[in-house]
């Protein structure tokens, strides 16, 4: 039996939500959202949940809201997993968790073992060579590469699950242009993996997580996993790949349904949103955008590059910062 939510609304009414595998609940006061609270201290997407099945787990995030999301009255940070009992508050929207947990065995923790949501059509497009711990030290008969790929036949995003679902250790290259060891590009971006959570990621000049969101917007290219070398990075990160994808293909989602950019499209500022809730890039586009009006003129003076500039323009839009005026 799937897990559920049974909701109580301010006014009482109740409703039963039962969780759909591998698919995301949005929480918030956006209509589009799956549970909507129509509340001004409540965000437009203010938490998400998802439930791994293969993983026997329900998780939920806080999506940077402005007054947070709490469980058992505690204000969570990151994702957190919930058990049966547990209540979730956003607003005045009270959620009650119930999920009888079924018994699973422990995920192999080496090996290639293929996901449920890979089709016959995508693996048969991609090289698996499968390596024991001694042997990918060696990997040289495949020029080191342990997985090879392109982006048009397994996106990214399921790679990554992938590898997060195999807990397999590597150094993920991704390209525009052909992979090889002895010829590396300025164009490839990289992710670090250990025993399948993300520890460092490397993209045109970025790290971490906008180099990670750079990196699962390539439509078009190439994959390779190579064996883990690098043993020291600077700001190694902590969040989980789970969250990282969910976050990933939200941000993708959200960019897809908006119309693109021209150099005349117009922007209006809408003061009477709190500015609190910005980071100092957002708050800095966000400036342009309100004194500037029309793209082209906010791309001129930007201090970002056009993909970021693009993604904070997206996001301040999609939270009611900024509205199309053309």
Known sequence: MNPKLIITYENGEQEDLELTP???????????CDIVVAERKVSRQHARLLFLPTENRVFIEDLTSLNGTRVNDVKIVGPRDLHNGDTVQAGSAT????WAKPLTSTPRSSGYARTTDMSDA????VKYDYFSSEEESKAGHTDGRMITGKIEDLPLPDVLQMLATTRKSGELTVSTKRIGRKNESTSQGTVYINAGEVVFVEYAGKTNEKAFFNLLRLKKGFFALFPLKRKDFPEPM????EALLLEGLRILDEEDAEPPFTSETALSANPSEPLTGLKPDELRIFQLAWRLQK????MQ???????????ILQKLLRNGFLTRAD
């Open 295 to 298: 793209i082209g003129l906010i």
């Open 95 to 98: 959620m009650k968790f119930e």
């Open 122 to 125: 995508q693996s048969a497009e």
């Open 301 to 311: 003076q930007t201090p970002f590059g056009k993909t970021e500039t693009e993604a």
């Open 22 to 32: 591998e698919t995301p609940i949005f929480i918030g006061r956006d209509s589009q």
């Open 238 to 241: 902590e969040t989980p790949l």
